[in-house]
């Protein structure tokens, strides 16, 4: 969440909740202006013969001046609600970014002969990318500064930032409307000066080993990266190497962690496929290293002529199987870290003379250091009960030490270094909140929900020690459970300003997530979605039942597909919550689904459902939050979108909130039924 987006909804959340000592008295008034009511336009939507009245549709017409008007009317409309408490918010705006170190410097890696960093300055928006060579007394280069490319922009953000291998060009993409729109550049680093390609719109790209051809992907009109293509400096267009034609599926471009191989990557959410080259030979033809077979994935990495390939074929968790370059393909794979249950393997990195396999156990990410030589497997200890790790920055093949970054949500982001031979770990730099923050005040603790099927949630809740668990703390709740993706507890800044006025902060790893494996994403995804809302409603019961907090003071909040589980959260137990937050939410889920021109549609059919499917459009439509709109005592809503969100457009908010406010529209949606 942003920082602008978290003030305001802190804001709405204590002038909400009489909890802060330093809160306005008075609470939100919604009738201090006359909120805006959208026109109501004639549309039939619906398939299999199902005809729904949809009078809010003409909203996506983007360029309507009516439509404008109308965003314009409610953005006027929450400054006006909030507009009471605007020194309040100026107050904790003051207070937020009295806590950030604004002048601060990364900690540098090395990589190829140079100490790479990022730094920031105090005042300055964007950070500034440098190196030193050598050593880290040498001269800083400024690589490039963000904010000097920021200049005359109302948006700026890079995508791609990748290094010719003599470290002479820089290759990287920005996007300056928000719309994860990508222009290529290259930077001549020596001169500074940008070095004229042919080249436009970008997606991924990556150097070979030559210093002279980048490979890269492009996108369809639906935002699906399809197309590789390579570029060799000097030539006058790019050739077209791979076009993938199947809708379910994108591809990327990489190489491995030696940088000896090219790697290209077709996957949908559910099957893989790479093909792959000597990254010194980039005009050869590319190899498929196995091929796709539905359901199976696949992740190779390499090592000494071998290929090191995390699969979860003939284990549902994931195993690591091994097989020569020369004959690659599934016959030839021989095991070398057997599934195990209860544990999933996220991700294998072989570095020259061992390798750090990074785990998932219980909903946390564990490390295993895995010597070739002797074959012996050491885990590096991480202290908390809740927290996120994450491997960073570990460039160099030929090392012995594995960097890696910690952080819970009581302790600031952390970069740690291992000694693999002696196993001791450094801090090399922890992020520094200012205004004297002391970690000892609050505490983290994972515990765990009875879901309605008897499953375990996990939670993690997040409290000031001094907080008493009797019921009369807020609570925010926040949930995503989408796409397997694991949310782990981070650490913020910013919601020391919830936690500090009594505020408990908690997590739910409800299914559809990845937190516990495959199994509960697949739990959680397709024909048994419900569960991902049944987990959250279970999860915010709990914390009621055991005292944390109680419905009337607690807020649930999630953004994207989150903003789907917040939506259909609040239509199945609208008493849940008392505020409910849905940052540029998936709400509008039959009409998006059935419109396969719009960016992530069809590659998303194998975890929403295909809506041409009678069935799946059958399921989709007993949770679509915005057809399953009725009259119901509703908690306090505050929705967020961006007009030119690529992701999720800013018309699903628009037309969930014009639908809320019109009564008449509130007919009896289709029924939820049981999850048995």
């Known amino acids: ?26 609470t939100l008034d919604p009738n201090a202006a006359n909120p805006p009511i959208a026109a109501r336009k004639p549309k039939t939507v619906g398939l299999h013969g199902d005809q729904v009245e949809d009078p809010y549709f003409w909203l996506r017409e983007k360029e309507n001046p009516e439509l404008l008007a109308h965003l314009k009317a409610e953005n006027a409309y929450t400054a006006a609600v909030m507009a009471p408490f605007q020194a309040f918010e100026d107050s904790l ?34 950070p500034i990318y440098c190196r030193r060579e050598g050593e880290l007394g040498a001269p800083e280069e ?12 109302k948006f700026m953000s890079v995508h791609s930032f990748e290094y010719s291998d003599d470290n002479t060009l820089l290759a990287y993409s920005t996007d300056t409307n928000g719309h994860r729109d990508y222009d290529f550049h290259l930077r001549n680093l020596a001169t500074g000066e940008e070095v004229k390609t042919p080249l436009g719109k970008v997606a991924e790209l990556a150097w070979a080993a030559d210093n002279q ?66 990254a010194d030979e980039p005009t050869v033809e590319w190899r498929v290293v196995a091929p796709r077979r539905d359901e199976v994935k696949y992740y190779p990495e390499h090592r ?46 072989p570095f020259a003379d061992h390798a750090i ?72 730099k922890q992020v520094e909140v200012l205004g004297g923050y002391d970690p000892s005040r609050y505490m983290v603790e994972r515990v765990r929900a009875k879901a309605a099927d008897g499953k375990q949630v996990p939670l993690d809740v997040v409290r000031r020690k001094d907080v008493p668990v009797d019921g009369s703390a807020a609570c925010w709740l926040y949930g995503y459970g989408s796409y397997g993706i694991s949310v782990d507890p981070s650490f913020s800044a910013n ?72 939506g259909a959260t609040i239509n199945l137990r609208p008493d849940l919550a008392k505020i409910a937050i849905l940052d540029v939410p998936f709400v509008d889920v039959i009409n998006t689904m059935s419109d396969a021109s719009l960016p992530l549609t069809t590659g998303e059919y194998i975890e929403w459902g295909n809506p041409n499917n009678k069935a799946e459009y059958d399921y989709m439509k007993t949770y679509s939050p915005y057809d399953n709109i009725v009259a119901k005592d509703y908690p306090a809503i505050l929705l967020f979108t961006s007009l030119n969100d690529s992701q999720v457009p800013y018309w699903e908010p628009a037309k969930f909130a014009a639908k809320l406010r019109a009564g008449e529209d509130r007919q009896e949606p289709a029924p939820f039924p049981h999850q048995s």
């Not at 400024?142 to 922009?153: I, R």
């Not at 809740?386 to 890696?404: C, D, I, M």
């Not at 199994?519 to 049944?534: A, C, L, P, S, V």
Request: a negative charge; hydrophobic letters at 35%.
């Open 495 to 566: 919601r020391i300003s919830l936690l500090d006025r009594g505020v408990i902060y908690a997590i739910a790893h409800i299914r559809g997530g990845g937190e516990l494996g495959e199994t509960w994403h697949d739990d959680g995804r397709m024909m048994t979605k419900r569960n991902t809302f049944t987990d959250f409603v279970a999860c915010g019961d709990f914390l009621v039942e055991n005292k944390y907090t109680t419905h009337e003071r607690m807020v649930i909040q999630g953004g994207s597909a989150g903003g789907l589980l917040i």
């Open 213 to 278: 051809t980048i490979f890269f992907t492009t996108e369809n009109d639906a935002k699906r990266d399809y197309r590789l293509w390579r570029y060799k400096l000097g030539e006058e267009k790019p050739t077209l190497l791979y076009e993938e034609k199947d809708e379910l599926f994108s591809v990327s471009i990489g190489r491995s962690r030696d940088g000896r191989i090219m790697f290209m990557e077709a996957a949908s959410s559910r099957t893989t496929e790479f093909r792959f080259l000597s």
């Open 93 to 126: 705006y003051r207070e937020m970014l009295g806590r950030i170190k604004q002048t601060d410097v990364s900690a540098p890696y090395p990589q190829r002969g140079y100490w790479l960093y990022q730094r920031t300055e105090e005042g300055k928006q964007y």
């Open 142 to 153: 400024v690589v490039l500064d963000l904010n000097e490319l920021a200049k005359g922009q």
């Open 357 to 428: 396999v990074v785990e998932r156990a219980e909903g946390l990410v564990r490390f295993r250091v895995t010597d070739f030589e002797n074959k012996k497997g050491e885990r590096i200890e991480l202290p908390e009960p809740a927290y996120l790790a994450q491997p960073e920055f570990n460039v160099e093949f030929e090392t012995g030490t594995f960097r890696y970054k910690y952080e819970s949500p009581v302790t600031p982001p952390s970069i740690f270094e291992y000694n693999i031979a002696s196993g001791e770990k450094k801090l090399l």
């Open 1 to 26: 969440m942003n920082t602008r987006l978290f003030l305001l909804t802190l804001t709405w959340l204590v002038t909400n909740s009489s909890f802060a000592a330093d809160a306005p008295m008075s």
């Open 304 to 349: 000494d002529g071998i290929f090191y390939i995390r699969t979860n074929d003939g284990a549902k968790e994931f195993r690591v199987v091994t097989a020569p370059v020369a004959t690659p393909d599934v016959v030839h794979w021989k095991e070398l870290i057997p599934g195990e249950a209860g544990l999933t393997i996220e991700e294998f990195e």
